[in-house]
């Protein structure tokens, strides 16, 4: 399936921290908090000023980015888990 955010969203997939420790303990699934880091599917066009001027997002198509933890909404498209964000709810671009 195709998806195409709109207007300053942003496409998201979760990007999966280690289950391990630096000391080697194994972390089981329920003890884990869900990774703030992602990498970016697709982003929308851009909003529009109060011109009329389209203004582009920041992020692109590949960025590894950090969010908030409740951050966007989440979806599952083609069995993938994704989150759809507004580009305000990312902090930053990791690079």
Not at 1 to 15: N, Y
Not at 76 to 91: A, V
């Amino acid at each position: 399936m195709k998806f195409r955010p709109l207007h300053d969203r942003v496409l998201v997939s979760r990007i999966e921290e280690d289950s391990k420790t630096a000391g080697g303990i194994i972390i089981p699934d329920t003890a884990k908090e869900k990774p703030q880091e992602g990498e970016v599917i697709s982003v929308g066009p851009g909003t529009k000023d109060d011109s009329g001027k389209l203004i582009p997002l920041d992020v692109k198509k590949g960025d590894r980015i950090l969010f908030g933890k409740w951050s966007g909404t989440e979806v599952k498209l083609d069995g993938k888990e994704l989150i759809i964000m507004k580009e305000s709810d990312i902090m930053g671009v990791l690079g």
